[in-house]
């Protein structure tokens, strides 16, 4: 599963470096997004594997919040939450009702309506979230070593 999400960073990383670059469309960003969820969801299914191995976890839930705060737990690194709530935030986004502002153009933006508020994801904001993903991932790597 470490590979899965390596491999999740790749299509992720192909997809804000190149394929945003040049279609410059919604459908892209929401890509990017389903890429880094399941980036985060892959490495946090190994590293509960991983606890499991090492007898830390009895089994391994089945909700992503149960996984989340049990993940958050065993492996107490400072400032893990905030990786958490950028993951449940994506999944937000995935899920919400969105418009769209200048497509095709240099400053793409979707607009994302969540619980009476809109956040607006662009082009900048995508890298941030692809940064964060890549850390988070290199986090967990480094512990499970």
Known sequence: M???AEDELKRADHLVYVTLKYTRTCDVILNIIKRLINAYDSITNEALEYCKKKRKIKEIPTKDDEKVELLSKKCKIRGIKQYFKL???MKKIQEARFTTKEEFRKNVTLISHLDGRSLDVNMPLIF???DK????VSLIRGWMK
């Open 133 to 136: 993903t890549k850390e988070f």
């Open 128 to 130: 941030e979230y692809y």
């Open 2 to 4: 470490l590979d899965k």
């Open 87 to 89: 993951y449940f935030l």
